[in-house]
């Protein structure tokens, strides 16, 4: 992991190599200036949704193919961004555009089934062992439903969530997502702390908050509300604050816990799910839980989401007991896409490519940390990885907190003014594609090393 003799960055440097750096991203993007100038005149902060808007500002995409997107200045990048991690298929790849062409050729929606989500569903069920599923369209509506449905199996309204776990934006998991140090509370009993404004204090007060990696604080939180638990969600390995790993037995501590006292055990797999092995955090770490939450990867960019779950917790459905619905779920261009991203493209020579790329990073990029003697380290799942700007290894949110941020944008801008796009923020990792290529990631490792000189120098 990090190397022994890894030395402090001086934070002056990093301030001085920001600055330039920042000039620079500036100067090559004035169109996406005036864009993002008109935009904030019809809409707040200028983005369509506020992860959008990074500093020092957003870059305007025009069109993608390949590993590559290019901005509306023109400029070229090899996407490790890949639309948060969505496009693990890369963008305009020809079997996508094809099945969606010739889809849209035939209709766009119907809001009837097709026959395409039958093949999908028997897919997921494959891949992730959960024989009952649903279609929603985004990450949010599927841990929004799969929380519904918990509740309704146990008849209990409470839910436990982990500490800076991110489960998409609807009320009852917008809780302690980045909490600010003065209100989170002491780490062995954390607080419950709104993301937003407009949150409903009686909705935040049912959702308990404990740190990742922690089953004693786990089993303090069962005992302190007996009974009243309907389920415990968690992202089986963090990825919204760069990628926090589960300690070995812990997910499945987790579901003992959970079912010694009644309660389901639901995954948030809309980052994990078909991007670190085919059946996501669930084949990687061999733990199934009751429901399963995904989207991004499984839609082959387009607009998409899935709950999965046992057959006896999804009868809540069958029964009419839980209203599981939406105008666009199953969509046809959706489903067609989907389906060609799972039995076609996503197969098991995606995943030997994904693993081979990861290893051309990892020891790449360890390989750099050493020679600089850096306080970073590398963590990659296959098609997801990132650089920790620290050397221990974080195992929860209060190590996170440590992190220096500076360094993390300092690495972002050393990378997208040198071609390679990643999504902005600390928080963030890559997503690689099927069709990135040794030469695209070594990209990556070429910057990295520019930035590991200048600091250094
Ligand atoms: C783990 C996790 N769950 C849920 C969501 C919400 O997904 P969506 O943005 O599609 O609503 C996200 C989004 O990034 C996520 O990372």
Redesign the pocket.
């Given at each position: 992991m990090s190397t022994p003799t890894a030395r402090q960055v001086s934070t002056s440097r990093v301030k001085e190599l920001i600055a330039r750096q920042e000039d620079r991203f500036r100067h090559a993007r004035p169109r996406s200036q005036k864009l993002w100038q008109e935009a904030r005149e019809l809409m707040p902060r200028g983005v369509p949704s506020s992860f959008q808007d990074a500093a020092p500002q957003p870059v305007f995409v025009e069109r993608g193919r390949g590993s590559r997107v290019w901005d509306v200045d023109g400029n070229e990048y090899i996407d490790f961004h890949n639309g948060?991690g969505v496009m693990v298929v890369g963008h305009a790849h020809p079997k996508i555009v094809d099945a969606v062409s010739k889809r849209i050729g035939l209709g766009s929606h119907f809001a009837q089934p097709v026959a395409e989500v039958v093949v999908v569903a028997r897919e997921l069920a494959r891949r992730f062992g959960q024989p009952q599923w649903r279609f929603t369209n985004?990450?949010?509506?599927s841990?929004l439903d799969a929380v519904r449905i918990a509740r309704a199996f146990t008849g209990r309204q409470r839910l436990i969530k982990m500490e800076a776990?991110?489960?998409?934006?609807h009320d009852a998991l917008m809780v302690s997502v980045e909490p600010p140090p003065d209100l989170m509370g002491p780490p062995e009993e954390p607080a419950s702390v709104p993301q937003s404004e407009g949150i409903p204090p009686a909705v935040v007060e049912l959702t308990t908050v404990v740190p990742f990696n922690d089953l004693q604080a786990l089993e303090r939180a069962f005992t302190k509300h007996p009974d009243e638990v309907a389920a415990v969600i968690v992202?089986p390995a963090m990825?919204?604050v760069g990628i926090v790993l589960p300690d070995s037995g812990y997910l499945a501590g987790l579901r003992d816990t959970a079912h010694r006292h009644g309660a389901l055990l639901i995954f948030?797999e809309?980052?994990t799910g078909a991007t670190i092995a085919a059946g996501g955090a669930t084949e990687r770490f061999g733990v199934t839980p009751d429901l399963i939450?995904l989207?991004?990867a499984i839609g082959g960019g387009l607009p998409c989401?899935a709950i999965g779950g046992r057959a006896d917790v999804m009868e809540v459905i069958e029964e009419k007991r839980v209203a599981q619905m939406g105008t666009f779920n199953g969509n046809p261009l959706t489903m067609a896409a989907s389906k060609v991203t799972l039995l076609e493209i996503l197969d098991a020579s995606a995943y030997s490519h994904f693993d081979a790329l990861a290893e051309t990073l990892q020891g790449g990029l360890d390989s750099v940390i050493g020679e600089y003697e850096l306080p970073f380290h590398v963590i990659t799942l296959a098609a997801r990885g990132g650089v920790t700007y620290r050397s221990q290894r974080v195992r929860n949110y209060r190590d996170y907190l440590e992190i220096d941020k500076s360094n993390a944008y300092l690495a972002w801008l050393y990378q997208c003014n040198r071609g390679v796009l990643m999504a902005p923020g600390a928080e963030e990792n890559w997503t690689l594609s099927v069709q990135h290529s040794v030469d695209d990631v070594q990209r990556y490792v070429d910057n990295f090393a520019e930035m590991a000189r200048d600091l250094r120098s």
């Open positions: 948060f985004s990450g949010t509506e841990t776990s991110y489960h998409g934006h992202e990825m919204n948030d809309v980052k939450a989207a991004k989401g």
